[in-house]
């Protein structure tokens, strides 16, 4: 198999992949760009290969993202981005939805290993997993003010069998008078 086969049936596998992936260079130069990428952001590949990330989002030359993609060439360290603290590495909102809302992403970037400084961002749709979360919280809430009516109405009951068996003693203790 030559290198130019293995690179095309590379570029097939991460279009494949359910998470939207894009490889940079140290200068942020896009190498690849996969089709959920292109789902998401209406960007076809053709258009942003060997253009630079921030020629398409500005917002990726932030500090917040800047500083930490250059530390995951200087460093090789691995960086995440998640939605509570950097909200939106690629600002990119959820299909179908109405109003538009922002996806929640969270991004990882890790340094690809060989010679060439090259990274690997995947970025992973999050949104329907926080709306699930949001409904098992307001189910919990629910369960929990249901719980705490359970208990109150379970502590009233006593009360009133207590009350009843006093009474109920009493009017034992009249009987036999």
Request: proline share 5%; with cysteine; glycine share 6%.
């Amino acid at each position: 198999m030559s290198v130019a086969n293995a690179a095309l049936t590379a570029c097939e596998v991460l279009d494949l992949l359910p998470v939207g992936i894009c490889i940079i260079d140290e200068g942020f130069r896009i190498l690849a760009w996969n089709r959920q990428l292109q789902d998401w952001t209406g960007l076809r590949s053709e258009e942003v290969l060997e253009t630079t990330l921030d020629q398409h989002f500005p917002s990726i030359l932030q500090d917040r993202f800047r500083l930490r993609l250059q530390q995951v060439f200087t460093s090789r360290t691995p960086a995440v981005f998640t939605a509570a603290l950097h909200k939106q590495f690629l600002p990119v909102h959820v299909r179908n939805s109405n109003p538009p809302r922002p996806m929640i992403q969270e991004t990882r970037v890790r340094r690809l290993p060989g010679d060439r400084p090259r990274a690997l961002i995947a970025i992973h749709d999050l949104t329907s997993e926080y709306g699930q979360l949001g409904k098992l919280r307001g189910e919990h809430r629910t369960l929990k003010g249901m719980q705490n009516e359970l208990e109150e109405s379970n502590q009233a009951l006593q009360s009133s069998v207590g009350l009843i068996s006093q009474n109920n003693q009493k009017l034992q203790a009249e009987v036999l008078e």
